[in-house]
């Protein structure tokens, strides 16, 4: 069960959820000095998710991680000071835990909370020991949560950094695709199709290029707004992407204009992927629980057949296209010259 206040924590924790070696290396040195310092058999940096408690970083401990619910962690991370427990086989809210029924047999517990940078609790440093002990002095509890703020901070440091890496990956991503649907833009697909016309000549293979075009898309705008016109983009791309492979290329060059370019792909086979495209577009969107129809139209052209370069195919399939266009819609291949 998640609690109303455990949302924004868990939604931080989600970052923490595929540590790097040198971040999980640099947690297990922790955890051997707070071993080392406390003179403990076992410690252990806890991670608490959804529904489990994982040990990321382990000294003296077998299990790797146990359920949330009666953890020790779980308690930590609820809370804003260190817990400590004398012997957790007299205490009820532990006794049947996996860490003190099972092999481990927990009987002494001290753990600090793991907080980031941003306040939030995510887990615990924790001191194990089979045996029952005095509680910890006051210097030592200080020194048990200056050791938890040095996990933290490295967690912290891990979180930032994977942040950095997405945002420069999103970055990059933006430059070669339209912001609006996601798909390629204009630029973006001139630098893919080099690439794919490069490996269709060392391969000596076809790349055929669908031209696509939406009518209806500025009636959409007048009756039902611009946010309707986006929603029903969005949803040609969404088809044009699930109705071709993964490797296959989906560019938006603006308005209701797409190209398709079908990547290691036979020329003949292109009219059937074409056909298949259109009807796909031709099912009717939900705009404002109105069924729209956007009247889709279709050109193939193919490398080498119809063109030797970008330019070359990208104005074989538009010719193409506004053939289509001119017989009413549908689709229409490249005249062969």
């Known amino acids: 069960m998640v609690l109303p ?18 971040t999980v290396a640099s947690l297990e040195r922790v955890v051997r000095a707070a071993a080392h310092l406390f003179a403990v058999p076992i410690a252990a940096v806890a991670l608490v ?22 953890s020790f962690a779980d ?8 817990l400590e427990v004398g012997d957790a086989s007299r205490d009820a809210r532990f006794a049947g835990a996996a860490l003190v029924a099972g092999p481990t ?42 050791l938890a703020a040095l996990a933290g901070a490295t967690l912290a440091s891990w979180a930032r950094q994977r942040a950095l890496e997405e945002a420069v990956r999103e970055a990059e991503r933006l430059g070669v695709h339209d912001p609006r649907t996601g798909a390629l833009h204009r630029r973006g697909l001139t630098e ?12 000596d293979g076809a790349l055929p290029i669908l031209a696509f075009r939406l009518a209806g898309l500025e009636k959409a705008d007048e009756d039902h707004g611009p946010e309707a016109a ?45 056909a298949r495209l259109l009807a796909d577009l031709e099912r009717p969107v939900d705009l404002d629980g109105v069924a729209w129809r956007l009247r889709p139209s279709v050109g193939v052209a193919a490398y ?9 195919l990208l104005a074989a399939a538009d010719r193409a296209l506004r053939a289509a266009q001119d017989a009413g819609g549908g689709l229409a291949e490249a005249e062969r010259g």
């Open 304 to 312: 080498p057949r119809d063109g030797e370069d970008a330019l070359e």
């Open 230 to 274: 986006d929603a029903a983009l969005a949803v040609a791309v969404q088809r044009l992407v699930a109705g071709v492979r993964d490797h296959d290329l989906v560019a938006h060059l603006g308005g209701g204009a797409f190209v398709v370019v079908l990547q290691a792909a036979r020329s003949e086979s292109a009219r059937e992927v074409a």
């Open 192 to 203: 893919r199709l080099e690439v794919a016309l490069s490996l269709a000549r060392r391969g």
């Open 75 to 82: 308690l930590v991370v609820l809370g804003d000071a260190v």
């Open 49 to 70: 998710d959804r529904e489990r408690t994982r040990y990321v970083a382990r000294h003296g401990l077998e299990l790797r991680e146990v359920d949330r619910a009666g």
């Open 105 to 146: 047999g927990a009987r002494f517990y001290a753990g600090a909370p793991l907080v980031l940078s941003d306040g939030h609790r995510v887990g615990a440093l924790e001191l194990i020991d089979p045996r029952r002990r005095a509680a910890l002095g006051g210097a030592e509890r200080a020194g048990l949560v200056d």
């Open 5 to 22: 206040h455990d949302v924004a924590r868990l939604r931080a924790f989600a970052d923490l959820d595929a540590l790097d070696a040198d």
